[in-house]
């Protein structure tokens, strides 16, 4: 059981940009959330997918947007960035009303 | 607004002593109170977790103490190691597996 991936593992990219960030949960899971951690910070949440379709969102812009594939899979898309978008970028996998949630290595997104 | 505070931020304590990390809630409508550990340039890892209809919960080393009356909770690392030097996180979640963080404590055991 390969555990939750995410890629790529790091990336950079200018302010004003746009990225995607892609996680594949835990074999079985059909539930993804994404969060982001500035550094020395907890993880926030940002949004969470089930069925494909966004069940709840953070306190996060419009900027902040995501997708499920029907393989549970998930990506995560950020536009116009800006400098303070920069952070590690964790995608956490569950099944439905489970609340054990695994973690993948996350993606750390430099914008400069 | 925070809805997890976890103290303290930093901890440093001699192999085999016993750290004790504290969070406090204010929702009660949270029902599941799990605990991180997070190396840095990995993601967190699941360490323990418990539920508040039990007061206390103990594996391997790791210890969660839960007293709901107060909305506070603990994490207890008995025996601890060298290689228990991570940041620790406290969690505390609602409702569709909404996961609230504390700000994290990094702990250094020293050998």
Known sequence: ?112 | QQQVKQSPQSLIVQKGGIPIINCAYENTAFDYFPWYQQFPGKGPALLIAIRPDVSEKKEGRFTISFNKSAKQFSLHIMDSQPGDSATYFCAAVGNFNKFYFGSGTKLNVKP
Request: hydrophobic content about 30%; glycine content about 8%; overall charge negative.
């Open chain 1, 1 to 112: 059981d390969a555990g939750v991936t995410q890629s790529p593992t790091h990336l950079i990219k200018t302010r004003g940009q746009q990225v995607t960030l892609r996680c594949s949960p835990k074999s079985g899971h059909d539930t993804v959330s994404w969060y982001q951690q500035a550094l020395g910070q907890g993880p926030q949440f940002i949004f969470q997918y089930y069925e494909e379709e966004e069940r709840q969102r953070g306190n996060f812009p419009d900027r902040f947007s995501g997708h499920q594939f029907p393989n549970y899979s998930s990506e995560l898309n950020v536009n116009a960035l800006l400098l303070g978008d920069s952070a590690l970028y964790l995608c956490a996998s569950s099944l439905q009303w489970n609340t054990e949630a695994f973690f993948g290595q996350g993606t750390r997104l430099t914008v400069v």
